[in-house]
């Protein structure tokens, strides 16, 4: 009769270790969502409409753990990000025009080439949702 030789592989799971593997901002979870967040804050980048780059450049991104979970946060920290993203006036959430406040007759402002433009109402800017596109474009890439 033939003799068997047999191999036993036994695995040992350490709480610790998987923990810190699965739930901490540098274990591997946490280190693809650090890729993976980077890579949404470059596309963002890339497609934020620039005038003066402020936008563009307050973009980043960061990995956040709260309540043993872990995830990728992407943010726009300028102060207009949320307009530009989200529309104003008519297109935004509100759907009414800028109008003039505080018993003001006009609202006076001037465009970027310097020129005075004074208006009553005005319709608002359309959204360019810039980081939901960002976003859509590198997830969609990928089998999660």
Do not use: C, N
């Not at 350490?14 to 804050?41: H, N, W």
């Not at 300028?78 to 529309?87: D, L, N, R, Y």
């Amino acid at each position: 009769m033939p003799q068997r030789v047999t191999a036993k592989v036994v695995m040992r799971w350490s709480d610790p270790a998987i923990r810190q593997m699965l739930g901490a901002p540098s274990g591997m979870v946490g280190q693809y969502l650090d890729r993976l967040g980077r890579e949404v804050a470059t596309s963002a980048r890339r497609r934020a409409p620039r005038r003066h780059g402020t936008l563009a450049g307050s973009i980043r991104s960061r990995v956040a753990g709260r309540g043993g979970s872990l995830q990728a946060v992407v943010e726009a920290t300028a102060p207009h990000a949320m307009w530009v993203h989200e529309g104003t006036g008519v297109f935004g959430r509100r759907g009414r025009a800028i109008t003039r406040e505080g018993g003001r007759k006009v609202m006076v402002w001037y465009s970027p080439g310097g020129e005075k433009i004074v208006a009553r109402k005005v319709k608002g800017m359309e959204p360019d949702p810039f980081m939901t596109e960002a976003m859509e474009a590198v997830i969609g890439r990928r089998s999660l």
